[in-house]
C-alpha cells in the first residue's frame, strides 16, 4: 500500500528543487549590477582540462558596475578570456596583465523588457514542473485506491498536495516579482 506521507513528502521535495532552480536561473541573469553568478557558467581550460573560473581564479565586485577576476597564476589570463568569450556572458573581458575586469552596460529599457520576458519563460517552466509533480503524485494516489487506501485518506491527501502546489506557485511568482522589481529599477 502507499505510504500517503512519504508521497507527499517526496512531492515536496521535487516542488522544492523547482523553486531551487529557478532561484538559481534568476541569480545568473544580470540586471545593470555587478553579481559574480553571472560567471558561474564560465569554464576555463587550465593544463589541458575545463574547470570552473572560480578554481583558476578569485572573482570578486569592487564596484556596482564591475567584475574584477584575478588569476592564481598569470599565464591563466588568455585562457580565462576565452573561456568569458566564449560563454554566454556577453561581455567582452579587459585586462592589463594582471587583473581581468568585466564592466557591465546600463541595459536600455528595450533590454529590461526582454529580461522580464526571459525571466518570465523560466518562471513559467518552473511553474510547469511543480504542476507536473501535483499531477504525477494525483495520479499515484488514485491508484492507490485500488490498491486498498481510503478514499477519504486519498482526498485528505489530494487537499494537501494542493495546498503544497498552492504554497511553491506563490514562492514562485514572489522570486519572479522580485526579480522582475529589480531588474526595472534604473
Known amino acids: 500500500m502507499l505510504d500517503v506521507k512519504a508521497t507527499l513528502t517526496d512531492a515536496e521535495e521535487r516542488m522544492d528543487m523547482a523553486a531551487m532552480f529557478l532561484e538559481e536561473q534568476l541569480?545568473?541573469?544580470?540586471?545593470?549590477?555587478?553579481?559574480?553568478?553571472?560567471?558561474d557558467g564560465v569554464r576555463?581550460?587550465?593544463?589541458?582540462?575545463?574547470?570552473?573560473?572560480?578554481?583558476?581564479?578569485?572573482v570578486s565586485v569592487p564596484d556596482a558596475r564591475t567584475i574584477a577576476i584575478k588569476p592564481w597564476d598569470r599565464k591563466a589570463i588568455k585562457d580565462?578570456?576565452?573561456?568569458?568569450?566564449?560563454?554566454d556572458v556577453g561581455i567582452t573581458p579587459e585586462n592589463n596583465g594582471e587583473i581581468?575586469?568585466?564592466?557591465?552596460?546600463q541595459p536600455t529599457e528595450e533590454r529590461r523588457r526582454d529580461l522580464v520576458k526571459q525571466c518570465n519563460k523560466i518562471g513559467e517552466k518552473t511553474k510547469i514542473e511543480v504542476r507536473n509533480v501535483r499531477a504525477e503524485i494525483k495520479e499515484k494516489l488514485k491508484k492507490?485506491?485500488?490498491?486498498?487506501?481510503?478514499?477519504d485518506l486519498e482526498k485528505d491527501a489530494e487537499g494537501d498536495l494542493q495546498k503544497l502546489h498552492d504554497k511553491y506557485i506563490k514562492k514562485l511568482d514572489d522570486l519572479l516579482a522580485a526579480?522582475?522589481?529589480?531588474?526595472?529599477?534604473v
Request: aromatic share 2%; net charge positive.
Open 144 to 151: 492507490a485506491i485500488k490498491d486498498g487506501l481510503s478514499e
Open 80 to 87: 580565462i578570456e576565452k573561456g568569458i568569450m566564449d560563454s
Open 100 to 105: 581581468i575586469r568585466l564592466s557591465i552596460p
Open 27 to 39: 541569480a545568473r541573469i544580470r540586471a545593470g549590477r555587478a553579481n559574480v553568478a553571472i560567471l
Open 44 to 58: 576555463v581550460n587550465s593544463y589541458g582540462s575545463m574547470v570552473p573560473l572560480n578554481q583558476v581564479a578569485s
Open 179 to 185: 526579480k522582475q522589481k529589480e531588474i526595472m529599477t
